[in-house]
């Protein structure tokens, strides 16, 4: 069975999307005309590659061990001048002294297998249709 995500508008520029018995709160930030109530889209998807990553990076060390306390991903974006788009993303993994030093690059290598990540490389194909409900 498809996963199915309902959107439905809550007011003002909030948008609500329903999936797995889960809700997601979106909004407009107060200068593109919303409350700022919650994130905007665009910023969940900037999250979801960080997250992403991070699920790679924990269960790396949880299946050798390795503690993730004081385990850090920093995430930044640079974007085109011209045309405001995402241009990079750069992610900065810092893990605390006594980070078994032979893992390091190995979590360089595991956080690009982000699942996220890799969609974005190989986009999937949009169709989009507007219909009225029977």
């Known amino acids: 069975m498809a996963l199915e995500i309902v959107v439905t508008p809550e007011g003002g520029k909030r948008i609500d999307a329903r999936f797995l018995g889960f809700t997601v709160h979106t909004d407009q930030s107060?200068?593109?005309?919303?409350?700022g109530s919650a994130p905007e889209p665009f910023m969940?998807?900037?999250a979801s590659l960080?997250?992403?990553?991070g699920i790679?990076?924990?269960?790396?060390?949880?299946a050798r061990d390795i503690p993730?306390?004081?385990?850090?991903?920093?995430?930044?974006?640079?974007?085109?001048e011209k045309t405001g788009s995402l241009a990079r993303v750069k992610l900065d993994i810092e893990v605390p002294?006594?980070?078994p030093e032979k893992y390091v690059k190995a979590l360089e290598r595991v956080a690009a297998k982000c699942t996220?990540?890799?969609?974005?490389?190989?986009?999937?194909?949009?169709?989009?249709?507007?219909k009225i409900r029977a």
């Open 116 to 130: 996220v990540k890799r969609t974005i490389e190989s986009p999937p194909a949009f169709d989009i249709e507007a």
């Open 50 to 53: 960080a997250t992403c990553a």
């Open 56 to 62: 790679y990076v924990v269960g790396f060390c949880q």
């Open 97 to 99: 002294p006594g980070f």
């Open 44 to 46: 969940y998807f900037l």
């Open 30 to 35: 107060v200068e593109g005309g919303g409350e």
């Open 68 to 80: 993730t306390a004081g385990i850090r991903l920093v995430q930044s974006h640079t974007f085109d």
